[in-house]
């Protein structure tokens, strides 16, 4: 069996995605931190989801500048593939039933209000670890390959 090398992740297209991500996570903390604290009672739902929005964007930051542990590395898969489901919901929702989102959320419209980068980003955060995989991870894919043949 070859022996898999961990590929490097803060170089590059990486380091591009962690400050995209590090940007996000600071916007959507700025923008659900105003909205909470000048008029929650507005929409409360929509307010709660850039909250969560938030945490998602921070915990995503953290998970892939980490991620060369393989902790870390399931951490970033959870965080952006949450992100993913979170934004076509959240993003198909508002078109469809308008009302439940009286104020826009980080994630309404497909994230239009941040030039739809909240629907790009995820696409491209699974893309970076499909191909940047943890040592342990490609071990494991590896191995259940050659079990398979």
Sequence with gaps: MSETKPSRRMTGIGRVLVI???VMALAATGRSFVQIAERFEQAPLAFSLSAASAVVYILAT???I??????W??????AIAFE????LVIGTISFIVPELFPEATVWSHFGNGY?????????????????HRTAPVAA????SAEAVR
Aim: aromatic share 18%; glycine share 6%; charged share 10%.
């Design 62 to 64: 953290l998970a892939l």
């Design 140 to 143: 494991a894919s590896e191995a």
């Design 20 to 22: 995209v991500y590090g």
């Design 66 to 71: 980490f991620s060369r542990s393989d902790a």
């Design 115 to 131: 030039l739809f980068i909240p629907l790009v980003l995820p696409f491209l955060g699974l893309w970076w670890l499909i191909t």
């Design 73 to 78: 590395y399931r951490v970033a898969w959870v």
């Design 84 to 87: 993913l489901v979170g934004v």
